[in-house]
RNA sequence: GGGCGAUUAGCUCAGCUGGCUAGAGCACCUGCCUUACAAGCAGGGGGUCGCAGGUUCGAGUCCUGCAUCGCCCACCA
């Protein structure tokens, strides 16, 4: 054994702060990583060796929250570790702006709307920024005493002012992902909005044209009021709200003999009355089985609708017979298609009632039409409640009667709490209004949705049944047409005919190299912008796509589909989609469904669900409640670092409670590094091998914990991993190691020993902060850029390999082309003789300190005597650690007594003699 | 109504394919200013592992049922 002479690379305590300076140094690193390009990739790599992010895009316009950090920490840990493993990793960032948030913000902030029909506004166009923007509509604003009434303004203003606005929105995000310490490439960015996305999303629609996955139609579409735009049935949410029962006796006409002459029915909206198209109850119900082939007469309105039967009519619910409206609900569409009713749309767009001549447009029967006139008069115009509270009016007086026995309206409503669906965004019901949207085909492609669902690996495995669930219970094509106007236009135009009608069985696409495509802006080709509108020109689409359309296709996006051939082969499909559970029906879904139709492929191998922040009060936290936390403020007082622990110790897939104890417990671990490492880092001595006895049991142990952790982040339990590692750093390396061992490194006589303490020490330290390094990025790269940032040659803690092989046989290998001293690896330190030296070692300590404590004195007290009750196996075990188990104690040598002594729950007993002053 | 998850110490959570006297951190109590760290160290108290059955030599761990909470879906007269 020789022993060089070199002494090993040393900090001056002194040079080091007390403190570590959290703010200053995070903003120190952010710099640093950013000059040294950890989060970028290498162009040329080929498939094999890039792992892919499709990270999600935020919402730009919702509201930042502790949920976001949560999440998107778990995609930099996994990011940054498989940075260490040797994976070429590509970590792009994109925003999904467009869409309704984003106009409802614009809508409040400014307080305007988008109307079609308004001219632009010169002065509008050159308002370059928010507060001139701001200035501008102020003084368009036609009665400034009004201010009220939101501003009408042209659909190109409109955009403009979006685009405004997500980029103010989009730069919050940025600056907290920043802060963060996300090891995002921004060179990666993109936004759904912007003209490369524009022209794939566009790009995918002539696909699906060409493959015949598209159509449009005319058909009863949800729809949402307020926005007035159709919704899909993903967007849908139920909602408990207070409804009533109302009571209403319609006639029956011509009743046979011993049928009855009226029947009741009982709905939570008599203001659809007027809309009533049909009446059904179940085939088997013997209370109207003579009815059914017969007419009814509804009251107020006197129309004749059809009575018919339906196994979907349930005998228990109401009175059991209830009226078909165009449209109340789902299964008044699918009466309406199987029974082939009548169309009464008696909603407009906005939600209000239609104005029309009832009994001219729609029939009452002889003698009533203008009391149905008169009726309906009332109803126009007027919102749904307003409607409901006159219909319940109209119904309470007996001359609107169709049998002549009194009032329709039998007593009062009765309440009751039912679900109403809404548009998750919206703030009225849901109504079912006829209108042409476009459609993509996926109710007959149900197999092979399922079939690529069970290609993804999904983390954790049962969030697969949410998307097989929602797979399997499909009932609607994808409605993808938004009647808005910040989005990506839909590229068709169509042929009017010489009457000036859209003649949509011909519709035009947009070439491949028109791409991206406003059809508002530009005609089609063959075709002039002077035809624009006029009888035997063309007419373009107005509608914009659903932003899922757009932000489904993130990895072709990334991957720049149909754009660049190579990277499409290098990126996709992807390694991993990381994202929340609440989206698996939308945008996990839509994301399969679009590389299934355009690739024949599965857009990821893996998709990892995070779980969701929740109260203490087990709620979700959410800003509508105003039980969400801001995360910036939490970042600036406890670091990075510390909220990042936090959410390190969040499983994929659980929910997580908010808890601020946990921050601290985080800022806690930073602190102790810090100091950690000044004091490993400070020890000076021979740069030699790690020849102790202890020594090699420690790094034995050590190289359990790394094959652990590395075990669990192969399976994206990265949770497990910092669990491990943080467990061992803590009593396995701080409490015990370091102490046992500082007799050792400071040792003048034995120069050997000393040596591989401290070699001991720096290696335990190098591996620590590897380990940790996804997740608390700041003070593991301070720590290492002290001494171990020269010794090895990389710059950064995030450059250096990880302590070993990755566990998963297929990508064993990624870490070729690394090297380190050997001073920094495991695989150089022999095997101990003894397994078990270390953890006899630290319970031998544990012992003493008992001892100490029990007795009341400094646990540094120098002993006179230590005497070890021990078992024959528990002394053999220590026998070549014996005198750092000495010096650690305070005492000049160990001695033992008996083979007994030990107690039921240790294997030492300590009995001290303190030294006396 | 269907599906999925959760239920372990006062709180937040670990306990993997069944094999310990059930663990950690926070909080609590006691002692220690020990030359990396008092934002620290050491010691201690605290749980019939939601309930009821079952399988097994042995069950937080597997099976069945139930309860409570949460999420997703369906219902929506």
Redesign the pocket.
């Known amino acids: 054994m020789t022993i060089s002479k070199e002494q090993v690379r040393a900090i001056e305590?002194s040079d080091l702060p007390?403190?570590?300076d959290?703010p200053e140094r995070e903003a120190h690193w952010r710099k640093m990583w950013d000059e040294l390009g950890i989060h970028e990739h290498d162009h040329s790599q080929p498939r094999e060796r890039n792992y892919v992010i499709d990270s999600p895009p935020p919402t730009a316009s919702g509201s930042l929250h502790p949920g976001h950090i949560f999440s998107y920490t778990h995609q930099d840990i996994i990011a940054r570790y498989r940075r260490m493993t040797g994976w070429n990793v590509v970590y792009p960032m994109g925003w999904d702006d467009n869409g309704l948030p984003t106009e409802r913000r614009v809508q409040n902030y400014f307080n305007v709307r988008c109307d079609p029909d308004q001219q632009v506004e010169p002065e509008l166009a050159a308002a370059q920024n928010i507060n001139k923007t701001r200035a501008v509509l102020d003084s368009l604003r036609p009665h400034k005493e009004r201010i009220k009434d939101p501003l009408p303004i042209a659909r190109e203003d409109f955009i403009r002012i979006c685009h405004f606005v997500t980029e103010e929105d989009e730069q919050a995000y940025k600056d907290l992902f920043n802060r963060m310490g996300y090891s995002i490439d921004w060179g990666e960015e993109y936004a759904t909005i912007d003209d490369r996305s524009r022209r794939i999303a566009q790009r995918s629609f002539l696909d699906l044209d060409q493959k015949g996955h598209v159509y449009t139609a005319e058909l009863p579409t949800m729809w949402d009021v307020d926005f007035q735009t159709a919704v899909a049935?993903?967007e849908?949410?139920?909602r408990e709200k207070q409804?009533a029962?109302?009571d209403i006796e319609f006639a029956v006409e011509n009743p046979g003999p011993g049928d009855p002459t009226s029947f009741v029915?009982?709905?939570?909206?008599p203001e659809l009355l007027a809309a009533c198209v049909g009446v059904?109850?179940?085939p088997d119900d013997e209370r109207f089985k003579g009815l059914f082939g017969k007419h009814a007469i509804i009251p107020a309105f006197f129309s004749r609708v059809p009575i018919f039967p339906s196994d979907?009519?349930?005998?228990?619910?109401?009175?059991?017979?209830?009226?078909v409206c165009t449209f109340?609900?789902?299964?008044d569409v699918e009466w309406w298609r199987e029974e082939g009713l009548a169309l009464k749309p008696m909603l407009d767009k906005d939600g209000r009632v239609r104005h029309m001549e009832y009994g001219d447009e729609w029939e009452a029967v002889p003698g009533y039409e203008d009391r149905a006139k008169e009726n309906f008069g009332q109803l126009i115009g007027k919102r749904v409640n307003q409607a409901k509270r006159i219909t319940v009016e109209l119904l309470q007086d007996p001359a609107n009667s169709a049998t002549g026995n009194g009032a329709p309206m039998l007593g009062e409503p009765k309440p009751?709490s039912?679900?109403?669906?809404y548009y998750e965004k919206g703030d009225n019901p849901i109504e079912y209004l006829t209108s042409r949207q476009w459609f993509v085909r996926l109710l007959d492609k149900k197999d092979g949705l399922q079939s690529k669902g069970e290609e993804v690996r999904w983390r954790?495995?049962?969030?697969h049944?949410?998307y097989?669930?929602?797979t399997?219970?499909?009932?609607a094509d994808w409605a993808v047409s938004r009647q808005r106007y910040f989005g990506v236009p839909i590229p068709v135009w169509y042929p009017l005919n010489e009457h000036g009608e859209r003649d949509y069985g011909n519709y035009i696409v947009a070439p491949e190299d028109m791409l991206p495509v406003d059809p508002t802006a530009t005609p089609p080709p063959g075709f002039s912008e002077e035809q624009r509108g006029k009888p035997g020109g063309f007419d373009a689409e107005v509608d914009v796509f659903d932003t899922w359309f757009t932000s489904s296709l993130s990895p072709q996006i990334v991957a720049r589909w149909g754009d660049e051939d190579d990277r499409m082969a290098q990126l996709f499909p992807m390694d991993i989609r990381p994202q929340a559970?609440?989206i698996?029906?939308t945008w996990a879904f839509y994301t399969i469904a679009k590389a299934m139709l355009h690739q024949d492929d599965i857009p990821w191998r893996n998709a990892a669900i995070s779980g969701?922040i929740?109260d203490?009060d087990?709620?979700?936290m959410s800003k509508s409640k105003g039980t969400a936390v801001t995360p910036l403020p939490l970042v600036e007082r406890y670091g990075a670092d510390a909220v990042r622990y936090w959410s390190s110790?969040?499983?994929l897939?659980?929910?997580?409670?908010y808890?601020e104890?946990?921050f601290?417990?985080g800022?806690?671990l930073?602190?102790?590094l810090?100091?950690?490492?000044?004091?490993?880092l400070?020890q000076t001595g021979s740069q030699g091998e790690i020849t102790n006895e202890l020594d090699k049991a420690f790094v034995a142990e050590l190289k359990e914990v790394v094959r652990r952790a590395t075990a669990a982040f192969d399976e994206y339990?990265f949770?497990?991993a910092l669990?491990v590692t943080?467990?061992f750093f803590?009593?396995g390396f701080?409490?015990?190691y370091?102490?046992l061992l500082?007799g050792r490194t400071?040792s003048d006589d034995d120069m050997e020993g000393r040596a591989s303490a401290v070699a001991g020490l720096r290696l335990g330290l190098s591996v620590m902060l590897r380990l940790l390094a996804p997740f608390i990025p700041t003070i593991t790269d301070e720590v290492w850029s002290w001494v171990f940032a020269d010794e090895t040659d990389f710059e950064s803690v995030h450059m250096a390999p990880w302590p070993a092989k990755s566990a998963n046989p297929t990508e064993a290998g990624m870490l070729d082309g690394y090297s380190l001293p050997n001073a920094h690896s495991l695989a150089a330190v022999p095997d101990p003789e003894n397994g078990n030296s270390f953890t006899a070692a630290c319970e031998a300590i544990?012992a003493v300190?008992?001892a100490?404590?029990?007795?009341?004195?400094?646990?540094?007290?120098p002993l006179s005597s230590l005497v070890l009750l021990a078992d024959e196996q528990s002394r053999a075990d220590l026998t070549l650690v014996l005198p750092d188990v000495a010096a650690a104690g305070g005492a000049p040598e160990v001695q033992f007594n008996g083979a007994a002594g030990a107690s039921?729950?240790?294997r030492f007993v300590a009995e001290i003699e303190p030294l006396e002053e």
């Open positions: 305590f007390k403190r570590f959290v049935q993903a849908v949410e139920d409804g029962y109302h029915i009982s709905t939570t909206r059904t109850a179940h979907k009519a349930d005998p228990e619910k109401g009175t059991g017979i209830l009226m109340g609900d789902q299964t009751i039912h679900p109403v669906r954790p495995d049962f969030m049944k949410r097989a669930n929602w399997d219970g499909l009932n559970h609440d698996i029906r969701f929740i203490p087990r709620k979700k110790n969040g499983r897939g659980m929910d997580m409670a808890d104890s946990v601290k417990i800022a806690k930073v602190t102790k810090y100091n950690a490492g000044k004091f490993v400070s339990e949770a497990i669990q943080e467990e803590w009593s701080t409490d015990n370091i102490e500082k400071r544990a300190r008992k100490k404590s029990e007795a009341g004195i400094s646990l540094g007290k039921a729950d240790a």
